[in-house]
């Protein structure tokens, strides 16, 4: 319990010292945001600052938080340092900067911002790329919280469909009609189940593996070298939106465009990220003493789950919610739990099809419009989702490749945001070492993993190292170029 009050204690010293300075090198002012000079009714529309704050917890969140930790827990003690040093210096500032960034170019897209920096090719390709990887959100985003809701009663399949349906209905209708007014009190109730959960453990004070004496993946492996088993890259790709989500700067341009002020740009996406790296760290404690705890909690699954940790991170959410926090405790927490992801989901397709809109130049207003580009959307999400379902092991495995497109995405979001900071001549070192850390855990990740390449662990490290050189490379010689 140590490491865990010491962690969260660092993330909220990280917002309130190392925000200022990432706040402080952007610099905003007073110019009119997008929200005011493009207000449509539709998409740009003011809203209140502790609104906007809840809908972007909720957006970022989801269950990946959760989730992440969960399945991170295998590592044991080490998963505490990823969540607190890449919070407060990757994801954050991740968040922070391409929010405001977003705010600069009236409320663009991602793809539309690397493309501005990263040029037209890498634009086109990430058009797809980002598209692709919102349907996947949306995909996995469905059938958790159809798993959960299906332990209360229905079937998952009825569920699903519940879902899919509230998806149409929220990805066309404006954002302050459904998003801003149910999405607060859903965050609140993430929020109570993190801070009721976090009561309990203060309250019970469990042994919990703590970081100087468990500094080691604490998982059996099943394979010595199994890359499931690596702390690097794998820590890294299970725990994202905990740590840095490239899905956030997806999601920070619905509230870039609006936000009344670029003063609030760092409690609204600064702040969000430290929460939802708040969140992470009291499941991992959670999870923690669920699979490693004195005195254990006593749970059938904590064996099944040591022996290859293939328990299921909705069945470890159902059993904590329903039995450490009550009647009313847990239906608040799993209204959180549920609503979360689904939340998340919708947001990913409404995000999907403002990007395709912005880059077929296809006005929104008109409802056909809309349905043009959400109903392919909606139906590859449905192949996928059947995959999932068919396959025993489909969530996990589209989670995997969900995290590491995720990373990747946050990997070009990084790179573009140091361009930037390097052509208006402010301190990019910011956002380069975080970009080069990432460039080298997705490249490893892409060729140890067994569903990509599948290489040995070896040439995974070395062709990491190859691309920590290349980037390096290149970003210097540009660098000079730019100088020059």
């Given at each position: 319990m140590i490491t865990f009050i010491i962690s969260v204690l660092a993330l909220v010293v990280g917002y309130l010292v190392y925000g200022k300075v990432v706040e402080r090198i952007f610099g905003p002012d007073d110019r009119i945001t997008p929200a005011v000079a493009k207000a449509d009714g539709l998409d740009?529309?003011?809203?209140?600052?502790?609104?906007i704050f809840m809908i972007q917890f909720l957006n970022i969140a989801g269950t990946g938080p959760i989730f992440g930790a969960i399945m991170g827990a295998k590592f044991g003690p080490v998963a505490y340092l990823w969540i607190v040093f890449g919070c407060i210096f990757a994801g954050a500032t991740h968040d922070y900067l391409s929010g405001m960034l977003s705010m600069r170019h009236d409320g663009a897209g991602l793809p539309e911002l690397i493309g501005h920096y990263l040029g037209k090719t890498t634009k086109s390709v990430m058009l797809f790329f980002t598209v692709f990887l919102l349907i996947m959100v949306g995909t996995v985003f469905v059938y958790s919280p159809a798993e959960i809701l299906h332990s209360i009663g229905g079937s998952t399949l009825m569920w699903i469909i519940i879902i899919f349906c509230y998806y149409i209905i929220a990805t066309m209708m404006p954002i302050d009609?459904?998003?801003?007014?149910?999405?607060?009190?859903?965050?609140?109730?993430?929020?109570?189940?993190?801070?009721?959960?976090?009561?309990?453990?203060?309250?019970?004070?469990?042994?919990?593996?703590?970081?100087?004496?468990?500094?080691?993946?604490?998982?059996?492996?099943?394979?010595?070298?199994?890359?499931?088993?690596?702390?690097?890259?794998?820590?890294?790709i299970t725990i994202a939106c905990g740590a840095i989500s490239g899905f956030h700067a997806t999601q920070t341009p619905l509230m870039a465009r609006c936000v009344k002020s670029e003063r609030m740009g760092r409690p609204i996406f600064y702040g969000?990220?430290?929460?939802?790296?708040?969140?992470?760290?009291?499941?991992?404690?959670?999870?923690?003493?669920?699979?490693?705890?004195?005195?254990?909690p006593g749970y059938e699954l904590i064996e099944a789950a040591k022996?290859?940790?293939?328990?299921?991170?909705?069945?470890?959410?159902?059993?904590?919610?329903?039995?450490?926090?009550?009647?009313?405790?847990?239906?608040?927490?799993?209204?959180?739990?549920?609503?979360?992801?689904?939340?998340?989901?919708?947001?990913?397709?409404?995000?999907?099809?403002?990007?395709?809109?912005?880059?077929l130049k296809l006005d929104q207003h008109p409802i056909p419009h809309r349905l043009y580009i959400c109903i392919p959307m909606f139906l590859l999400s449905i192949l996928l989702l059947v995959w999932q379902i068919e396959n025993p092991d489909g969530f996990n495995t589209i989670w995997q490749y969900f995290g590491w497109s995720n990373q990747t995405l946050s990997v070009f979001t990084l790179w573009a945001i140091t361009v930037y900071l390097v052509r208006?001549?402010?301190?990019?070192?910011?956002?380069?070492l975080p970009a080069l850390?990432?460039?080298?855990?997705c490249t490893t990740f892409l060729?140890?993993?067994?569903?990509?390449?599948?290489?040995?662990?070896?040439?995974?490290?070395?062709?990491?190292?190859?691309?920590?050189?290349i980037a390096l490379a290149w970003f210097c010689t540009w660098y000079k170029k730019v100088k020059s």
């Open positions: 740009y529309i003011v809203l209140p600052n502790w609104k009609k459904i998003i801003g007014k149910v999405y607060p009190l859903f965050a609140f109730s993430l929020l109570f189940m993190a801070g009721a959960l976090m009561v309990w453990l203060f309250i019970h004070w469990p042994t919990v593996p703590e970081l100087w004496t468990n500094f080691y993946n604490m998982g059996k492996a099943t394979e010595p070298d199994k890359w499931t088993d690596a702390i690097f890259p794998a820590l890294f969000a990220m430290i929460t939802e790296g708040i969140v992470a760290l009291i499941w991992a404690t959670v999870s923690a003493w669920f699979f490693y705890g004195e005195p254990s022996n290859g940790f293939h328990t299921s991170a909705p069945a470890v959410v159902n059993l904590v919610c329903n039995d450490w926090l009550g009647v009313v405790g847990a239906i608040l927490a799993m209204l959180g739990v549920v609503a979360a992801p689904i939340t998340s989901g919708d947001t990913a397709f409404r995000s999907g099809r403002l990007i395709v809109a912005e880059a208006v001549k402010k301190a990019f070192i910011i956002t380069l850390f990432m460039t080298v855990v060729i140890v993993s067994p569903n990509a390449l599948g290489m040995d662990m070896t040439v995974g490290y070395v062709v990491g190292a190859s691309a920590l050189i």
